[in-house]
T-cell receptor, first 114, second 111 residues
């Protein structure tokens, strides 16, 4: 399985600001995924990011709010823009090992918006 | 009807007990069935992965899939305090090309 790191591990941000979360993988992967896990809830997929193409967003998530970059096969960023307290959540990146069915997760970024 | 149903618990058991965790699903297109374990303040860790009906065993863990009833289970034998975590079932279909997670069941194993 891949080793995945995320930065920052946690942050407290003010309403109206933006935060960029980085995800680094120790091997080249085709597909990377960004999830949100709100307090006490399960994981919700935000978008799928393939290198060299635009990210594909799930229903309820838009590029203006969650812009994603995927400059190479080992790195991706997710930006949470114009934050509100409702964006307080854990944000996780994951990578696929076998066509998307096996996914491995990073440790997550715990975001609190005040 | 939700696509995946999982009792959030919490479930509290004594050390050494057999634990049974369950999920039901409604989408017949799901092809792959997974269990993830998530410790507090950590990312989910893939625990078990299977694609067919029946049982798959890995040490103290057994994953069971019943496609006809749309029901999957995870059994933990001789449970240990280190098993205390949230367990999430997850499903994948090639048509959706994404994982669908259950709500997660919080398990506490006390000495």
């Amino acid at each position: 399985s891949a080793v995945i790191s995320q930065k920052p591990s946690r942050d407290i941000c003010q309403r109206g600001t933006s935060l960029t979360i980085q995800c680094q993988v120790d091997s080249q992967v085709t597909m990377m995924f960004w999830y949100r896990q709100q307090p006490g809830q399960s994981l919700t997929l935000i978008a799928t990011a393939n290198q060299g193409s635009e990210a594909t967003y799930e229903s309820g998530f838009v590029i203006d709010k969650f812009p994603i970059s995927r400059p190479n096969l080992t790195f991706s960023t997710l930006t949470v823009s114009n934050m509100s307290p409702e964006d307080s959540s854990i944000y996780l990146c994951s990578v696929e090992a076998d066509g998307g069915s096996e996914q491995y997760f990073g440790p997550g970024t715990r975001l609190t918006v005040t | 009807q939700k696509e995946v149903e999982q009792d959030p618990g919490p479930l509290s058991v004594p050390e050494g007990a057999i634990v049974s965790l369950n999920c039901t699903y409604s989408n017949s297109a799901f092809q792959y069935f997974m269990w993830y374990r998530q410790y507090s303040r950590k990312g989910p860790e893939l625990l078990m992965y299977t694609y067919s009906s029946g049982n798959k065993e890995d040490g103290r863990f057994t994953a069971q899939v019943d496609k006809s009833s749309k029901y999957i289970s995870l059994f933990i034998r001789d449970s240990q305090p280190s098993d205390s975590a949230t367990y999430l079932c997850a499903f994948f279909s090639g048509g959706y090309n994404k994982l669908i997670f259950g709500a997660g069941t919080r398990l506490a194993v006390h000495p």
